[in-house]
């Protein structure tokens, strides 16, 4: 079972950035598709970048181009890059799998876009 603990997240004002990690426990996360997820007050947690196996990356139509996915393979880390963030990004972000593992759900990291 893979525990993730998320950080890096906080109160950022309209286009400025965050740096978001994921440390995995338990288990390397490199051989996996992993994915970074959010859920914003009111809304279903929604999937916005995903990384494979292999390093491929996909992304949400709505963070594409300013959001880059990325892995340490070594600290066994995922990282989630953040430029020109909107107030629509505020959101708490969560690490997991894809297809997500129930219970592998942490804690997250809040993210809060306003002026």
């Known amino acids: 079972q893979v525990q993730l603990v998320e950080s890096g997240g906080g109160l950022v004002q309209p286009g400025g950035s965050l740096r978001l990690s994921c440390a995995a426990a338990?288990?390397?996360?490199?051989?996996?598709?992993m994915g970074w997820y959010r859920q914003a007050p009111g809304k279903q947690r929604e999937l916005v970048a995903v990384?494979?196996?292999?390093?491929?990356?996909n992304y949400a139509d709505s963070v594409k181009g300013r959001f880059t996915i990325s892995r340490d393979n070594v600290k066994n880390t995922l990282y989630l890059q953040m430029n020109s963030l909107k107030p629509e990004d505020t959101a708490v972000y969560y690490c997991?799998?894809?297809?997500?593992?129930?219970?592998?759900w942490g804690q997250g990291t809040q993210v809060t876009v306003s002026s």
């Open positions: 990384i494979g196996s292999r390093g491929t990356t």
């Open positions: 338990g288990s390397i996360i490199s051989i996996y598709v």
């Open positions: 997991n799998r894809r297809p997500p593992l129930t219970e592998s």
